[in-house]
């Protein structure tokens, strides 16, 4: 037996059903798998033909410059090491929490934590 919020103009106010009926209706609720659930009609549509007029560009990704002194390799490594940031900076940046300096003697490597006593 289910309870209604509020009644229906015809007066009803609980709906009972069997635990077979309930499975059904919750099953037709479930949406199928690997399908989208928000579909796009109109301009939106992935197939509209203006839409490109109103849907961003994706940035274009970084291109890799040849530079004699250094391999693509270490070039690459450089362009990461640009765009991306630590999690210990990260953590220093949004909660002030200084993960790199030991709080016994302040350095960055501190053979205390390395020699693994709790501080």
């Not at 220093?92 to 993960?99: A, E, P």
Request: aromatic residues 6%.
């Amino acid at each position: 037996m289910y309870k209604l919020k509020r009644p229906y103009d015809d007066g009803t106010s609980h709906i009972v059903m069997s635990p077979m009926e309930l499975m059904e209706k919750l099953a037709a609720i479930v949406p199928r798998p690997r399908v989208h659930l928000t579909r796009f009609h109109g301009i939106l549509a992935p197939h509209y033909k203006h839409r490109k007029m109103i849907v961003p560009v994706k940035p274009e990704p970084p291109k890799l410059e040849l530079v004699t002194d250094q391999t693509p390799i270490e070039k690459l490594a450089e362009q990461k090491k640009k765009t991306r940031i630590s999690w210990a900076r990260l953590l220093k940046r949004i909660f002030g929490i200084d993960v790199e300096t030991c709080n016994l003697c302040g350095g960055v490597v501190c053979n205390e934590m390395s020699s693994g006593s709790s501080y």
